[in-house]
């Protein structure tokens, strides 16, 4: 998978308006109503990471899940990143 250029990165961005990019990744920050609630948006992520064969670096402080996508591999950002960020998207959403 190659290295998305800055410029395709942040045209995909506009897609994601609670994503920014930044240290060769993109990220996004989430608030959830409670620890419960984040922990289970975690979980249905954590599902969607494995069938990708996809991580994230993600982190978690009672309601609130950071979370940085890139691909190591590639030493950046890529279009499988994208791809995640989208299911990611379509988790919270649900939560929310």
């Known amino acids: 998978m190659s290295k998305l250029s800055e410029e395709d990165i942040e045209k995909r961005l506009l897609q994601f308006p609670d994503w ?3 240290n060769n990744a993109i990220h996004a920050e989430f608030e959830f109503e409670n620890f419960k609630d984040c922990f ?3 979980s249905r992520i954590a599902f969607e990471c494995e069938a990708l064969n996809h991580h994230p670096e993600w982190a978690n402080t009672y309601n609130i899940l950071s979370i940085s996508i890139s691909t190591h591999s590639a030493q950046g950002v890529t279009a499988m990143d994208f791809k995640l960020a ?3 998207e379509s988790i919270v959403e ?3």
Do not use: R
Request: glycine fraction near 0%; hydrophobic fraction near 40%.
């Open 20 to 22: 920014d990019y930044y």
């Open 94 to 96: 649900v939560e929310e």
């Open 40 to 42: 289970s948006a975690m």
């Open 86 to 88: 989208q299911a990611i």
